[in-house]
């Protein structure tokens, strides 16, 4: 018996944004997902620009891949989702966790979004379950509910590869922060046990990197390690550490952390799958900043 077709995982890098896009796929030629996708966004002039998706559309095309899936690991805060415009051009249906519909509830009542704007995760062309299995190609992905950073978040099991999203950093950065509307300190420190109880030889592909500074310089910037990595040395949550000492560090961290530059324009946009708001009556779309309200 054959072995199991292991993915393929080209990587993308959004420098403004520390953000990782990921191309999954099982062959040249064959089928594809893309993780993360990234639409850049200048919030000085609130102009949108698609070069880092065009990117991953030429690697798609250069390759002769197909695309079945356009997955987010959670409604990210730091970056807006390309989803919409890299299915236009290539296909797929865009997925997120099933949890996305406590998130839109709590979002939409504080941008006080449009009346017609629905709160089960309609905007999404798939919600998925923990547990659930589906395919790319030949590659047999399993999904994985890793809350805690936020209600929704997941990780995507595919072969010998992991996508974590913020669940964790590199080893010398640590964890995701849990003081978001939903988040839990003590549901990521169970979230992210469950994922480093898989093989240590299990690749880990990281959202982000936030590079710490060694020295006058910053290491370079890296996105994929190991579980064996991570137990042994991630800074937060390495093997030993107890859920009270995890759960007293990110509550303390956290209340000295800043708001991501760009999470008003990022949840708003997220929550509607990557689409933008409604134009106006004069065809101009708008994004809101709720004043004194977070």
């Known amino acids: ?63 002769g891949l197909t695309v079945q899936w356009l997955l ?25 966790g099933a949890g996305i519909d406590g998130v839109q509830k709590v979002f939409k009542g504080l941008f006080n979004l449009e009346p017609e704007f629905r709160t089960d995760g ?29 209600p929704a978040c997941v990780a995507f099991h595919v072969g010998d590869a992991v996508f974590v999203g913020d669940t964790l950093f590199m080893p010398d950065v640590g964890t995701a922060r849990c003081d978001f509307p939903g988040g839990n300190a003590h549901t990521l420190y169970a979230s992210v046990r469950r994922l480093l109880s898989l093989p240590a030889q299990t690749r880990l592909f990281m959202c982000h990197d936030y590079p710490p500074v060694t020295g006058d310089r910053p290491r370079a910037v890296q996105w994929e390690t190991t579980v064996a990595e991570q137990r042994e040395r991630n800074i937060h949550i390495r093997d ?41 009556a004069n065809g101009v779309a708008y994004l809101k900043i709720p004043l004194n309200a977070v």
Do not use: C
């Not at 420098?15 to 796929?25: D, E, I, L, N, R």
């Not at 987010?72 to 997120?96: F, N, Q, V, W």
């Not at 547990?131 to 950073?149: C, R």
């Open 122 to 150: 309609s905007q999404f062309d798939h919600l998925f379950r923990d547990g659930e299995t589906f395919a790319i190609g030949d590659l047999q992905a399993h999904v994985m509910s890793v809350p805690g950073h936020t």
């Open 240 to 280: 030993g550490i107890s859920e009270a000492e995890f759960v007293q560090m990110r509550t303390a961290r956290d209340s000295t952390l800043e708001m991501p530059v760009l999470i008003m324009p990022s949840v708003q946009v997220n929550i509607r799958a990557g689409e933008l708001p409604p134009p106006e």
């Open 72 to 96: 987010e690991t959670h409604a990210h805060a730091d970056h807006l989702s390309a989803a919409p415009y890299l299915r236009t051009h290539l296909g797929g249906k865009i997925a997120i």
């Open 1 to 63: 018996m054959s072995p199991a077709p292991q993915p393929r995982v080209q990587a993308f890098f959004d420098a403004p944004t520390w953000t990782v896009t990921y191309v999954v796929y099982d062959r040249e030629g064959g089928k594809a997902a893309i993780i993360d996708s990234v639409l850049n966004y200048d919030h000085k002039s609130g102009r949108t620009r698609t070069s880092g998706a065009d990117e991953v559309i030429a690697f798609i095309k250069g390759k």
